[in-house]
């Protein structure tokens, strides 16, 4: 796990778009990684909402937003176009990325324990350096705070 202001380790995995993600490759760009559980399940859904709303402010802020899940890239393309997202979401069902931010934990799902991830949100900045972490995320005024965030780098 890259420790705040550390440089973040490069990776390199699928995404929406026939796209490939990989860290390096985006210097000079302020990114957001925000971690979720499930696709097109209830609080994922609104907190792409979230971020939806808020992403031209980012993208003015010379920043940007990725999801990432352990979900499929044919998965994440019927969620991104049901729920129109303009950003990409990225797929890690090896958890690569899931292993080097430490997000998958043990959850209690209706009485039994299951291992996922955690929602937690990443800004990385323009140098590649870890900024902020956010873990244990609650959807409500999340992507704002993360925007304000933004706003001060």
């Not at 609104?46 to 808020?54: A, N, P, R, V």
């Not at 998965?75 to 979401?89: D, G, I, T, V």
Request: charged share 25%; proline share 5%.
């Amino acid at each position: 796990m890259p420790a705040i202001n550390q440089i973040v380790e490069d990776f390199e995995l699928a995404t929406t778009s026939e796209q490939t993600f990989k860290l390096s490759l985006l210097r000079g760009k302020h990114i957001v990684l925000y971690f979720y559980p499930k696709d097109d399940t209830p609080g994922c859904t609104d907190e792409g909402l979230q971020f939806t709303e808020l992403f031209p402010a980012f993208t003015e802020a010379n920043c940007l937003i990725f999801g990432l899940s352990r979900d499929t890239v044919k998965s994440h393309e019927r969620f991104k176009a049901k729920m129109n997202f303009p950003f990409e979401l990225i797929s890690d069902p090896e958890e690569l990325a899931c292993g080097i931010f430490e997000v998958m934990k043990q959850k209690n799902m209706y009485g039994k324990q299951v291992r996922g991830i955690e929602r937690s949100t990443f800004v990385i900045d323009a140098e590649g350096t870890l900024r902020h972490e956010w873990r244990g995320v609650k959807v409500p005024g999340h992507a704002q705070a993360v925007l304000d965030f933004i706003k001060t780098l």
